[in-house]
């Protein structure tokens, strides 16, 4: 998904789950944090960081999509 990436939630959430998945780390905030560093030059992380971790807790904590 790297080659087209877009300014938006979608796009993001698509990027941070393959990322995710590549990681080994049992400290999930530390995890995302990680996720998100990797991935600091996705637009939609550049023109919004703070919805960026906040789609990523979600995804985590409330989805449970990784445990």
Request: hydrophobic share 35%; net charge positive.
């Amino acid at each position: 998904m790297k080659d087209k990436t877009y300014d938006n939630a979608d796009s993001f959430a698509m990027s941070f789950d393959e990322e995710w998945q590549k990681l080994n780390c049992k400290d999930m905030t530390k995890k995302i944090d990680k996720v998100i560093e990797i991935l600091s030059d996705h637009p939609f992380v550049i023109s919004n960081l703070d919805n960026a971790r906040n789609l990523a807790k979600f995804r985590i904590y409330s989805l449970k999509k990784f445990q």
